[in-house]
């Protein structure tokens, strides 16, 4: 069963401009919804993450936009660059073990 | 802080081989955790731990097994791997304290080929 369904898989984008990645869960006990950013051969490193007592959160050149009615939540990064080309994964946990539900990952790659 | 180290970092078994992978973390972290990644599947838990001598089944367990007799190690196992047992596997850490409460902390991955 897939509890975070991601899209899309891959991404190009022109440098400068915006990416956009999109999540959805099922789970309404979710309470903390991570981004993880995972360059080749590398493990995955949280970029940024949100709670969902907030619609919206900022680092930078990176939004989290969390919609809880609808289930769904956002990763923007606004200026794109080619150093921003990497696989990123959404993902959900609640409280006590804080087990990581991720979503498929998304290929995103900047041209120069 | 060298944060959370995986041996080895490359392994190739052949069907019904076993070893055993091991994570090292020196950040303190009362739970650890197994992941496994696979092309277009993004990374499921196969087993963690929320403490020294405790263990709990993830969303894949099966054909694993793992060990956290120390707070800084957790092994997994494979007794008698197999084809489907190819992956990637990604160790992390995390403390359910302090400002970065939650936030995983990820090895660099064992890379894992079951012939």
């Known amino acids: 069963q897939q509890q975070v369904k991601q899209s899309p898989q891959s991404l190009i984008v022109q440098k400068g401009g915006i990416s956009i990645i999109n999540c959805a869960y099922e789970?309404?006990?979710?309470?903390?919804f991570p981004w993880y950013q995972q360059f080749p051969g590398k493990g995955p490193a949280l970029l940024i993450a949100i709670r969902p007592d907030v619609s919206e959160k900022k680092e930078g050149r990176f939004t989290i936009s969390f919609n809880k009615s609808a289930k769904q939540f956002s990763l923007h990064i606004m200026d794109s660059q080619p150093g921003d080309s990497a696989t990123y994964f959404c993902a959900a946990s609640m409280g006590g073990a804080q087990k990581l539900v991720f979503g498929q990952g998304t290929r995103l790659t900047i041209n120069p | 802080n060298a944060g959370v180290t995986q041996t080895p970092k490359f392994r190739v078994l052949k069907t019904g081989q076993s070893m055993t992978l091991l994570c090292a973390q020196d950040?303190?972290?009362?739970?650890m955790y197994w992941y496994r990644q696979d092309p277009g599947m993004g990374l499921r838990l196969i087993h963690y731990?929320?403490?020294?001598?405790?263990?709990a089944k993830g969303e894949v367990p099966d054909g694993y097994n793992v060990s956290r007799l120390k707070k800084q190690n957790f092994l997994l196992g494979l007794e008698s791997a197999a084809p489907s047992q190819t992956s990637v596997y990604f160790c992390?850490?995390?403390?359910?304290?302090?400002?970065?409460?939650?936030?995983?902390?990820f090895g660099p991955g064992t890379r894992l080929t079951v012939l």
């Open positions: 731990s929320v403490g020294e001598g405790t263990t």
């Open positions: 992390a850490s995390s403390t359910p304290k302090g400002g970065r409460a939650g936030e995983q902390f």
């Open positions: 950040m303190n972290h009362e739970y």
């Open positions: 789970n309404t006990a979710f309470d903390y």
